[in-house]
């Protein structure tokens, strides 16, 4: 191959910049050109392409956010979309496709796969965690320190006030990011969507630490969790009585710095994503697992579902005692 094109897609996630500076360096280091696409697949139908060289990413490993802009296609979604977009690439010369993002933009890379025969290879850049096939994708390891931090911050005026704060971390469909959260956090209870357990479970948690004397108590609740945090505060408050706050961390979770467990891994899949090209690999999502390096069908990430840790479930309730 001699040509290669990356694009970032879906919600951005710290790291991102990393895997396309991995993507850039790899394919210069094996004599072989990148094409940028800006705006992800809505750049991509829109003919927004141009040349990337290693100098290009130069300072960009410690960046959030992503150099190449980011973005949620609708056009895409159509066959009209997917055929102009196949066009531009046809046009570049572009011999693969490498798409770093979620289960949403692993789709728009399934679909021109299929339907026009671009090898791609996906890069799971993600905060939520929630792609099978690989431990951890690129931005969760940062998204949950951000959240921690403000997890621990409002543990202080929650203790001094005395007040049970509920705090809602990012998630949409995962629990993956308010399982870390609430066991390096050290909260009372955790509610998440893979679990149907009632928000009457809060009630009876916040009742209990007041009796055994805590002075506040934290309770995380991933956001794709019926009604979210607010649903769960205000049962507490109708049920006790007791002085509660909601805090949404919300997009905070998605920027900053990444640290360094996220720039290792995208600097190793953006790395592996070139050399899956080069091996002839196409519709597989490069991932990280116990045994090293994995390819998973793109259709596989969004199809099989990655369960949260039941382990560290139990031990948040555990150690709450
Ligand atoms: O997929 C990552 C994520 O941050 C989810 O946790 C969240 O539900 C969603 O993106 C928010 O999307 P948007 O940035 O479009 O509001």
């Not at 890069?123 to 690989?134: C, E, F, R, S």
Request: glycine share 14%; aromatic share 6%; charged share 25%.
């Amino acid at each position: 191959i001699k040509r290669v094109a990356v694009l970032t897609s879906g919600g951005d996630a710290p790291g991102m910049n990393a895997a396309i500076r991995a993507v850039v360096r790899t394919a210069t280091f094996e004599g072989i050109e990148v094409v940028g696409v800006r705006r992800g697949f809505s750049g991509l139908h829109r003919g927004e392409l141009h040349l990337l060289g290693a100098r290009d990413v130069a300072n960009t490993i410690q960046r959030g956010g992503t150099i190449l802009l980011t973005a949620r296609s609708h056009t895409w979604r159509t066959p009209e979309g997917r055929e102009r977009g196949a066009r531009h690439l046809r046009e570049w010369n572009v011999d693969g496709l490498i798409v770093i993002g979620g289960d949403g933009s692993f789709h728009g890379g399934h679909f021109l796969q299929q339907e026009h025969g671009v090898p791609v290879i996906g890069v799971p850049g993600t905060i939520d965690n929630d792609l099978y096939g690989t431990d951890h994708t690129i931005g969760y390891f940062t998204a949950v320190e951000t959240a921690l931090d403000a997890v621990d911050k409002l543990r202080d005026t929650g203790a001094s006030h005395e007040r049970i704060f509920v705090i809602e971390v990012m998630g949409r469909h995962a629990g993956h990011i308010a399982l870390d959260v609430a066991v390096a956090g050290g909260a009372e209870e955790v509610f998440i969507p893979e679990d149907g357990k009632p928000v009457s479970d809060a009630i009876a948690a916040v009742k209990d630490s007041v009796a055994k004397g805590k002075l506040g108590s934290i309770i995380i609740v991933a956001e794709g969790y019926p009604g979210g945090a607010q649903a769960v505060a205000d049962a507490i408050q109708a049920e006790t009585g007791y002085e509660t706050r909601v805090s949404i961390l919300g997009h905070i979770q998605r920027g900053g710095s990444p640290v360094s467990s996220d720039r290792i891994l995208a600097s190793r899949l953006g790395e592996a994503s070139v050399y899956a090209l080069m091996e002839g690999r196409s519709n597989v999502m490069v991932g990280r697992g116990a045994g090293g390096i994995t390819y998973t069908p793109l259709q596989e990430t969004w199809e099989k579902r990655k369960d949260v840790s039941r382990d560290l479930y139990r031990c948040a309730k555990t150690l709450s005692v």
